[in-house]
């Protein structure tokens, strides 16, 4: 449930940054065209499968560079700074937040990326270990590189009076900002090319959340259509959150901290050495992660209300204070006591059982393998179900 809550969180943040750059670039209302995405991906993710995903991140990926060296050459050429802007806006001192950040992304990116399937179907459709190195090598310098190029926009924005702008405006669309003050033509090739980026990450997560909800929830027993069906009725709600949510980072650091909540506990079933850890623990140390947070956040603010509104980080990570940070320590932490202690009491109400039966204490003792267990398959590129779609596609296959 957690990975369709993630992938979920993730359609709302795609929607709801593709209308703000609309607007932003445009001034004129995203709406239209975030119904026609949905629509056009719907179809062609219906009809195609997976495989059309493969399809769109190769599209994806040169719309992506070809961005890159657009925004770079224009941005370079017709972006001018005074050097007085650049030193009066302490961007480049040290801060708090830049330090609390040096945890919080680690934290929030490591574990949210455990619950995107996307990745995972990727990993189980790669046709040898040695290609998915090489893949994951090449993906990982070039993400460096785009990450650091885009990054840098954020300050050039700012230090050019892009930002925040009039009115206001949210700095994860900082990039599109800086383009906005460039000549109407670089605009235009940046709305096509936004667009298609787009519609590209959407038909992935679309992709996913077929094949999570087919394989963990109906074990692969219902059709795919009936699947593809309540998907598309998902996007509604996908769609009035969008344009309701106020800001892309708080969904996406929402997202971090349900993961940040749960991932460290599931993981340590991964290990086999701890094979008696059970799905007992892990929800237990998930849904404790969170009320953990809302603990912490009613201490540090002196009222519940506050701490609740904590648990959705109503207040990002742009504060001069210790409560995101906080909640980021609080998550993983709160999560691995309370999973402790629901393997405690699950040995002791074990061990009264055992001892009033007068049978041995069994909890720490591997159990033979069932007449029904199998190792779970590798998935392969070439192996897909008559319905192209993969059949492992999420970490919790791996506690199977």
């Not at 990116?109 to 995972?120: E, M, P, Q, R, V």
């Not at 009320?291 to 201490?299: A, S």
């Not at 001069?320 to 202690?341: E, M, Q, T």
Request: proline share 4%; net charge negative; glycine share 8%.
């Amino acid at each position: 449930m957690l990975t369709l809550v993630t992938i979920f969180l993730y359609m709302v943040a795609e929607l709801s940054a593709l209308q703000q750059i609309i607007n932003a670039l445009t001034g004129l209302n995203g709406l239209p065209v975030v119904i026609v995405e949905c629509v056009v991906t719907t179809i062609y993710t219906s009809l195609g499968g997976f495989r059309i995903s493969f399809v769109t991140d190769n599209i994806q990926g040169a719309m992506v560079v070809g961005l890159i060296i657009l925004g770079a050459i224009t941005v370079g050429v017709e972006t001018h700074l005074e050097r007085a802007s650049v030193v009066s806006s302490d961007l480049l001192k040290a801060s708090l937040l830049g330090w609390q950040l040096v945890y919080i992304l680690p934290v929030a990116i490591t574990t949210n990326d455990f619950f995107l399937s996307g990745f995972w179907m990727r990993t189980f459709a790669s046709k040898t270990d040695r290609d998915l190195v090489i893949g994951t090598s090449i993906a990982a310098i070039s993400v460096a590189c785009i990450l650091t190029l885009v990054g840098a926009t954020g300050l050039l924005a700012a230090w050019s009076g892009a930002w925040p702008g009039d009115p206001p405006m949210s700095g994860s669309i900082a990039f599109f900002l800086l383009l906005e003050q460039l000549p109407a033509w670089v605009v235009g090739i940046t709305l096509v090319m936004t667009v298609s980026l787009s519609t590209a990450a959407f038909d992935s997560l679309q992709s996913a959340m077929v094949s999570t909800g087919s394989n963990d929830i109906f074990r692969n027993k219902l059709n795919f259509w009936w699947i593809r069906l309540a998907v598309i009725l998902v996007i509604f709600p996908v769609v009035v959150v969008a344009l309701k949510s106020p800001s892309v980072l708080q969904v996406y650091l929402i997202s971090d901290l349900l993961s940040a909540s749960s991932i460290p506990v599931l993981a340590i079933g991964l290990n086999d050495k701890f094979f008696w850890w059970t799905g007992f623990e892990v929800v237990i140390g998930g849904l404790g992660g969170l009320l953990t947070v809302f603990i912490f956040g009613t201490i540090y603010y002196g009222n519940a209300l506050d701490g609740a509104n904590l648990m959705l980080l109503e207040q990002s990570l742009y504060v001069d204070d210790w409560s995101a940070f906080g909640a980021f320590v609080a998550a993983p932490v709160g999560g691995l006591l309370w999973a402790l202690s629901a393997l405690g009491l699950r040995v002791l109400v074990q061990w009264c059982l055992a001892k009033s039966r007068g049978h041995p204490l069994g909890v720490f003792n591997r159990q033979p393998p069932t007449a029904h267990s199998t190792t779970p398959p590798i998935y392969h590129s070439d192996s897909f179900e008559e319905n192209h779609e993969p059949v492992r596609t999420s970490p919790a296959d791996l506690l199977k």
